[in-house]
């Protein structure tokens, strides 16, 4: 953010079925980078069957209240793993939105449902949306050349964030608040 741009307020929600249009609309817009959903082609009925995995979802608003951003927990586990989905609308100012609410997500993630490690599936060119808490994650598995976008042949990388680095690292954070 440079010093010329407003602070930008975020809030976030727990998701509801009220919120499949924008969900559906985030999708269509970063197609095919929200992978889980697009792989299998952007029909209406076959995401929505999909989403029917999913443990948890929020929604990100701006500070008018526009929905900006969606976060999901997927593949959720017994075994102490899950995975963090989190897209946002392809602006900037949605962006940033994002990167603001990422960790306030994050930490509503580990504080209820307990992960020992939450997996981030990101392409090459993807959007840095994590925020602060960006610097957390190790890569496990790079796929390379893994899907083709605009033109371009872009690796997917699985990276992790383990409860033992979240946190600290959220103590600290939060100590520096105060």
């Known amino acids: 953010m440079t010093t010329a741009e407003p602070p930008t307020e975020v809030r976030w929600r727990l998701a509801t079925p009220a919120d499949l249009p924008f969900v559906y609309r985030l999708v269509t817009q970063v197609d095919p980078r929200w992978y889980r959903f697009s792989r299998h082609g952007l029909e209406p009925s076959g995401m929505i069957g999909l989403m029917g995995g999913i443990a948890a979802g929020a929604i990100v608003h701006d500070s008018l209240d526009e929905p900006v951003a969606c976060a999901l927990l997927a593949d959720s586990s017994a075994s102490g793993t899950g995975t963090f989905e989190y897209y946002a ?3 900037p100012h949605a962006q940033r939105c994002a990167a603001l609410a990422a960790p306030d997500l994050l930490g509503a993630v580990f504080a209820t449902s307990s992960p020992r490690r939450l997996y981030v599936e990101r392409f090459d060119n993807d959007p840095h949306l994590l925020g602060d808490a960006e ?12 899907i083709r976008i605009d033109g ?6 699985t990276m ?7 946190w600290p690292w959220h103590e600290a954070r939060s100590e520096s608040a105060e």
Do not use: G, I
Not at 135 to 146: A, G, H, K, N, S
């Open 89 to 91: 609308l392809p602006t």
């Open 135 to 146: 610097q957390l994650l190790t890569p496990e598995v790079v796929l390379p050349d893994f």
């Open 152 to 157: 371009v042949y872009e690796a997917r990388t």
């Open 160 to 166: 992790v964030l383990t409860a033992d680095a979240w």
